[in-house]
């Protein structure tokens, strides 16, 4: 959802730019331009440039279905290399020493397993094997399942994170509501799994999530996101 909403925003900046002209009637000249006045005027970071590229060419390439004739002519920044910053193993303690509750739950686990921090916070209850000692991440980047190591050091917490969660999951239920987002065509294969408790997320939010009932402009309250 982050990288639809940022592509649509990096297009609609590039037809601005361009006096509203139809992408159609442009190609790599414009792009060319427009990524130009972005690294020049706009002093954005190679990453930031390299995104707006891959942007207009999604649009061009799947959008418009019209993909450009010589796409490495279009200007490409460079990404500078730096080492990384790493923490010592008395800073990360003094960090997460300073944290409470779930976000240091969250965060040991982080550093523990290697996850990122959305592939924590999307993480279903199903996808943490305590018999396997181990966590499914299901769809990371670039849309891959992976496995990465369970932490000892959390087993106790997360358990009883779960418990909780449980709880506040029987009584969602028990109020009409418990229903969870499920991924692509899931939720037409198994119409009852949006309720179950496997399929819940491991770290749900304090509050309810109101969305858009599908066609309708009612609002749903569903299970914390």
């Given amino acids: 959802m982050r990288t639809e909403e940022a592509y649509v925003a990096w297009i609609r900046r590039f037809i601005l730019f361009h006096g509203k002209r139809h992408p159609a009637e442009m190609g790599e000249k414009e792009i060319n331009a427009f990524l130009t006045d972005l690294a020049v005027y706009g002093r954005v970071s190679a990453s930031t440039q390299n995104q707006a590229l891959a942007a207009l060419l999604f649009l061009y390439r799947h959008v418009l279905d019209k993909p450009l004739l010589a796409p490495e002519s279009v ?107 499920l991924p692509e065509a899931l939720s037409r294969k198994y119409p009852r799994a949006d309720r179950e408790w496997g399929w819940q997320w491991a770290f749900p939010a304090e509050n309810r999530s109101a969305t858009l009932a599908p066609k309708s402009s009612a609002v749903t309250i569903c299970t914390r996101p």
Wanted: hydrophobic letters at 45%; a positive charge.
């Fill in 75 to 181: 200007l490409r920044a460079k990404r500078p290399r730096r080492l990384p910053v790493v923490l010592t193993r008395a800073e990360v303690r003094a960090v997460i020493g300073r944290m409470e509750g779930t976000p240091r739950l969250v965060a040991t686990l982080l550093y523990g397993s290697g996850m990122r921090l959305l592939e924590c916070l999307r993480l279903r209850v199903k996808d943490v094997e305590f018999g396997s000692n181990r966590i499914v991440v299901r769809d990371a980047k670039g849309q891959r399942d992976r496995v990465v190591p369970f932490p000892m050091i959390v087993r106790v917490a997360v358990a009883s994170c779960l418990s909780r969660g449980k709880r506040v999951h029987q009584k969602d239920l028990a109020g009409g509501f418990g229903s969870v987002f």
